[in-house]
């Protein structure tokens, strides 16, 4: 595929909402200064990083859709140019992040280092790796019923050969952790009592590791774990949610690991009762908001925003070819600055045209289906909340509003000041209009 | 709004309808992984109008399937990964029948949490997938499922021709037998599908108050009638509330009487009183006898929950009178089974065993098998309480069979809970522990009001037998550890229990 695109199937395929870029990708473009001061997160991580004497552990926060995957995969090419060892986690793919407890992420942790290593043709002292794994196999499988466990993957070391006993360990548990089976229950049960013992044997490998890359030439080891942020917003019943205890209550686990990580955590922490907690635990933190679009207060357009967003569909798609000039300003003003939401409008609009431009009236109509989706998910006692959010263009630190910044009815955005703002989607909906007159009256 | 489509023409190329052409050029232009979602309230329509589709992109040189999942799928990854044949990539999958996996009173379903869980594992399917879904599910996946919803490529709506859905409404909706208590499970699931769908499209166009207070008022029988009664109350409050914009005394007389009986279940006895008494007026000034025998029953209900044994008679036999009249044999063998629990709760068994088995010699001559279950159940008591236990059990489980083989919950509590108090009887604990098990867990909520006492019995059964007989009972039973809600409520009953300083005896089911 040739890009910018000049046909309308390639346009399309280059407008994928559900891609992130990889680092070099051709399509990216630094939003940076549309972000606003705290727009430049990667490079002030990049910077912590490169300063820090101690490991240092990063949060790194951001809607849905925002970017977060690319400006990490970025950071992480930076990273690497300036010579660290960098890890990066996926967390969507090693955890159950509709029930992720910190014995998860731990072990998550220590398999992808141990992964890493080998791939990188690195080996830690095998002694390190063995006290790891019989402590793990007498904690795990010895204790219990899970015998034939043990016995399996034992025969089963016996005849893989190539792939050491410890990394099978590790995927199997992996495994037991994505499945949400029985076994996930008591073996995290099991280690949830023997949780200091994990976290100083992972340091003792983690330290390993880093003594490893050194060795290798590399400044030191980084961790990246991406995704961690979607892990579920489930409510405990006793006025604790899920993200809290992971990050807020157990957040020294992640911080006692001893080596430099950049750590996604869900935007709504950042807006939580217990931020003063999160940020007593972790004072580095980084929020990637929206690209400012249009002023605070008079929602007047901000043309340096949006000029960002134009050379964002500019890589992907002619301007020329692709878009009617009123088109590009119409899916740029709904998208409120949120890329993923600027490419699903994009592939919206493809829907109504039979071949490029992008007409204005395809635009309108890619715009009203977006707001029709708002129109399903916003749920009916959020409306004189979401109102009163417009007028004061600022959230409460309370479920509610923690909710709205989850389903992307607010948006965040920093430019000099730091303000949130209604989606612009969402404010074309008669609910919200109602809300707002509603709230006028009352005034 | 969202593009909305009809139903697409027999005569017309499907592709070619305008009302389609945004889904089909979504269809042509995608190469590899893409997600859709296509609303359809209606799902005869969703069938016929996906098969269309796929006939219509089959004949441009692209491959479609059609994907039925005919029970609650949990897990449609897997379900999709098994796929006989397997999917080649590029297949557009129409996937129908998810929202059987997404029940509307439960929130955040298994089968969307994994859903989001897995959306990067959908990619590898290198497929569009189309979730057709009816619109209160796809509103629901859009909240509870948010990460897998934020990849759609295309949110489509079909909606039905008008005829064709003023047809299908009257069908539903026509007088006839609509007993939902004789209907199986799953003929009440799928039904509720089909009234569901309805309203939602109805509601979608913003007109038809009549027809959409009309299934509301079918959707809280049937609710009712599946133990799911704060949903079946939500119904009947706006089915009230449809017929009162739309004038319609008689409508407004049955929903009335519907939501009355609702807050009867939920032992709101006075606002259950009001309500009948202004159904039995419209029912009197509309001359309507059905109406009005029936609100005299459930007055009679009332008094009888509030211990006025002589009032409640006194209605039931005002019931029956016009019942007799009317010569509904149904509402004959009602009449006649209230007074034998009239007769029953005075201590009068002969009395009341002659009346159950009057409504019995009906229920078997209409072959309405919720009456003949309800009969069993109560001859079950009587015989109990003159300590006749074999042929208690016999009744009760004679009555089990039946109400198990419909599936109506409430019912089957009922039953369950007796057993368990049969068996306590017999100095069974172990066994009464775990029918009373049996009885609380068929319901999601714990306490739930249609298990009655059962949550009491559960907590000075496990006085007796010892929490690690619950714990070991309740895993046996359920698959699942003891909830730690249903663990507390134990514990405060028995700590209850000990400050009064003496267990609190069995009571029997009403």
């Known amino acids: 595929m040739e890009l910018p695109a000049t046909t309308l199937k390639d346009a399309f395929n280059a407008c994928d909402p559900t891609q992130p870029l990889p680092a070099g990708d051709q399509r990216y473009v630094d939003l940076t200064s549309g972000r606003g001061d705290e727009g430049g997160a990667v490079g002030r991580c990049h910077k912590r990083i490169s300063l820090s004497a101690q490991p240092l552990v990063q949060l790194f926060a951001g809607h849905r859709g925002c970017g977060k995957s690319t400006e990490l995969r970025r950071l992480q090419r930076k990273l690497e140019d300036d010579g660290y060892f960098v890890v990066y986690v996926e967390a969507e793919s090693d955890l159950d992040l509709e029930d992720t407890e910190p014995p998860d992420v731990l072990l998550a942790l220590v398999r992808n280092v141990d992964r890493a290593l080998r791939e990188a043709g690195l080996t830690v002292d095998s002694k390190l790796l063995d006290d790891f794994l019989l402590w793990f196999a007498e904690v795990v499988l010895e204790t219990t019923e899970h015998r034939e466990i043990e016995a399996e993957v034992r025969s089963e070391a016996k005849v893989s050969g190539g792939v050491p006993l410890f990394a099978q360990l590790m995927a199997r548990f992996s495994g037991w952790v994505r499945t949400g089976t029985t076994s996930k229950k008591q073996v995290r049960q099991k280690l949830e009592r023997q949780i200091s013992q994990l976290l100083i044997r992972g340091r003792l490998l983690v330290e390993a590791a880093r003594l490893a890359v050194r060795k290798d030439g590399k400044k030191d080891l980084v961790l990246i774990v991406d995704s961690l942020d979607r892990v579920a917003l489930k409510d405990l019943g006793d006025g604790r949610n899920s993200q809290e205890v992971l990050f807020v209550e157990r957040g020294e686990l992640l911080k006692g690991f001893g080596c430099h990580q950049v750590v996604t955590v869900p935007i709504s922490l950042l807006f939580s009762p217990k931020v003063a907690n999160l940020a007593a635990v972790f004072p580095d933190r980084h929020l990637l908001p929206m690209v400012k679009i249009a002023e605070r207060r008079t929602r007047e357009r901000w043309p340096e925003g949006r000029n960002l967003l134009v050379e964002l569909l500019a890589q992907r798609v002619d301007p020329e070819v692709g878009f009617e000039a009123a088109a590009m300003e119409r899916l740029i003003d709904a998208s409120g600055g949120h890329p993923r939401h600027l490419m699903t409008l994009v592939r919206y609009a493809f829907d109504f045209v039979e071949d490029l431009p992008i007409t204005g009236e395809a635009a309108q109509k890619a715009v009203r289906r977006l707001v029709n989706d708002y129109g399903r998910s916003i749920p009916k006692d959020h409306w004189a909340l979401l109102a009163a959010v417009y007028e004061r263009q600022g959230v409460e630190n309370d479920a509610d509003h923690q909710l709205m910044l989850f389903n992307l009815s607010v948006l965040e955005y920093q430019n000099r000041d730091r303000w949130c703002d209604v989606h612009p989607a969402v404010c074309r909906l008669p609910e919200l209009i109602e809300a707002r007159t509603a709230l006028r009256r009352s005034a | ?510």
């Not at chain 2, 569901?196 to 959707?219: K, P, S, T, V």
């Not at chain 2, 799911?228 to 005394?249: C, I, M, S, T, V």
């Not at chain 2, 017999?426 to 249609?450: K, M, N, Q, S, Y």
């Open chain 2, 1 to 510: 709004m969202s593009r909305r489509l009809r139903a697409a023409d027999p005569e017309q190329d499907p592709l070619e309808a305008p009302e389609l052409v945004p889904l089909v050029r979504l269809l042509t232009r995608v190469e590899g992984f893409a997600i859709a979602f296509l609303e359809c309230n209606v799902p005869v329509s969703a069938e016929r109008i996906a098969s269309e589709l796929i006939r219509g992109l089959e004949a441009r040189g692209r491959r479609g399937r059609l994907v039925r999942l005919e029970e609650a799928e949990e897990n449609l990854l897997g379900h999709l990964r098994g796929l006989t044949p397997p999917a080649p990539p590029g297949e557009a999958l129409f996937v129908l029948g998810f929202e059987r996996a997404i029940p509307s009173q439960v929130a955040f379903p298994p089968a969307l949490t994994r859903l989001n869980r897995a959306r990067e594992q959908f990619r590898e399917l290198a497929l569009p997938l189309i979730l057709v879904l009816p619109r209160y599910a796809l509103d629901q996946l859009s909240r509870e499922a948010p990460d897998f919803w934020a990849w759609r490529s295309g949110v489509f709506e079909v909606r039905e021709e008008e005829e064709h859905l003023e047809r299908m409404v009257h069908d539903v909706t026509r007088p006839g037998p609509g007993d939902y208590g004789n209907l199986s499970a799953v003929r009440k699931r799928e039904h509720l599908e089909v009234l569901r769908g309805l309203l939602a499209e109805l509601e979608a166009r913003g007109d038809g108050e009549r027809a959409r207070g009309e299934l509301h008022y079918r959707i809280a029988r049937l609710l009712r009638s599946m133990g799911q009664w704060p949903e079946a109350e939500a119904a009947a409050a706006k089915a009230l509330e449809l017929a009162r914009e739309a004038g319609d005394r008689r409508a407004i007389a049955a929903a009335g009487h519907k939501l009355a009986w609702v807050t009867q279940d939920r032992g709101d006895l006075e606002a259950a009183e009001e309500g009948y008494r202004k159904s039995l007026e419209v029912g009197e000034a509309l001359g309507d006898k059905t109406c009005i025998a029936a609100s005299y029953h459930q007055l009679g209900m009332v008094a009888q929950d509030r211990g006025d044994l002589a009032a409640a008679e006194d209605w039931y036999r005002k019931a029956l009178e016009v019942f007799e009249a009317l010569g509904s044999k149904t509402g004959i063998a009602s009449s006649y089974h209230q007074l034998g629990r009239v007769a029953q709760d005075r201590g009068d068994l002969a009395t009341a065993e002659d009346w159950y088995r009057k409504a019995l010699e009906i229920d078997e001559a209409l072959g309405d098998k919720t009456g003949i279950a309800a009969s069993y159940h109560h001859l079950g008591m009587v015989a109990q309480a003159r300590g006749d236990l074999e042929a208690a059990e016999d009744r009760y489980r004679k009555s089990l069979e039946i109400k198990e083989a419909l599936g109506n919950r409430p019912d089957k509590a009922s039953t369950y809970g007796q057993l368990g108090l049969l068996a306590e009887a017999r100095g069974e604990p172990a066994a009464a522990l775990d029918w009373t098990i049996r009885c609380v867990t068929l319901f999601p909520e714990f306490p739930h009001p249609a298990t009655g006492p059962g949550p009491q019995h559960l907590a000075r059964l496990t006085g007796i037998s010892g929490k690690d007989a619950l714990e070991a009972g309740w895993q046996r039973l359920t698959g699942g550890a003891l909830p730690a809600a249903v663990a507390d409520f134990v514990a405060r009953q028995l700590a209850r229990a000990e400050d009064a300083s003496e267990p609190s005896p069995p009571t029997a089911r009403a």
